[in-house]
């Protein structure tokens, strides 16, 4: 999750779709990408489960996966606590 986010056209994707579902269209016009760049992008946050597709009619609408984030926010905090925790810790040499 965090190699995926540390893109930013994808980081601004997911910001993008944090505030609804969009379609291609609107993320080709929010972030300048080209279509192809946008679609490759968005395949790969769906492949990891961060966004799920809904066609309708002619679009397809993408729409954040929050329960993904949450999964990733509790890693990362457990991470920010152990390292509280052992902050006088150092290993031997």
């Not at 809904?54 to 993408?62: A, L």
């Not at 949450?70 to 457990?78: P, V």
């Amino acid at each position: 999750m965090i190699r995926l986010l540390a893109d930013p056209l994808r980081a601004r994707i997911v910001e993008i779709l944090a505030a609804g579902a969009a379609c291609t269209c609107h993320l080709v016009a929010d972030t300048g990408a080209t279509q192809p760049n946008v679609s490759n992008h968005l395949r790969a946050l769906r492949q990891a489960g961060i966004v799920e597709a809904r066609p309708e009619g002619r679009y397809t609408f993408y729409r954040l996966r929050a329960e993904a984030l949450d999964g990733a926010a509790g890693y990362l905090s457990a991470l920010a606590e152990q390292a509280r925790d052992s902050g006088d810790v150092r290993r031997e040499c």
